[in-house]
């Protein structure tokens, strides 16, 4: 996961899609995090796709706490049109937050 957010946020998009098909290939992440960074990915590049991803991601979010993430997410991309960046950057701070509170 950690190397996800890095790749990201260093605007090294191909190997961040190279390493998302890994670790979904080999089940590391569950499909609620494989769609939710899709929809971070197509927010940062613009393509509109992002609303698909979290339609998707909706679906398969179990707890409260997916809830609210994919929320801020759909927020982030509704409310930022002017400034992707940051609204990726907010919402990989709260998906990390999110991670330690689950290992801890």
Do not use: N
């Amino acid at each position: 996961m950690q190397r996800l957010h890095g790749l990201l946020q260093q605007a090294r998009y191909a190997e961040f899609r190279a390493e998302l098909a890994r670790a979904e290939l080999s089940r590391l992440l569950s499909e609620l995090w494989v769609l939710s960074f899709h929809a971070l990915l197509a927010i940062l590049e613009c393509s509109g796709f992002a609303p698909d991803y979290l339609e998707m991601a909706e679906v398969v979010a179990e707890s409260p706490c997916e809830r609210a993430f994919l929320a801020e997410v759909w927020a982030s991309h509704e409310l930022s049109p002017g400034d992707h960046i940051a609204a990726v950057w907010r919402c990989l701070d709260t998906l990390g937050q999110l991670q330690q509170w689950r290992a801890g």
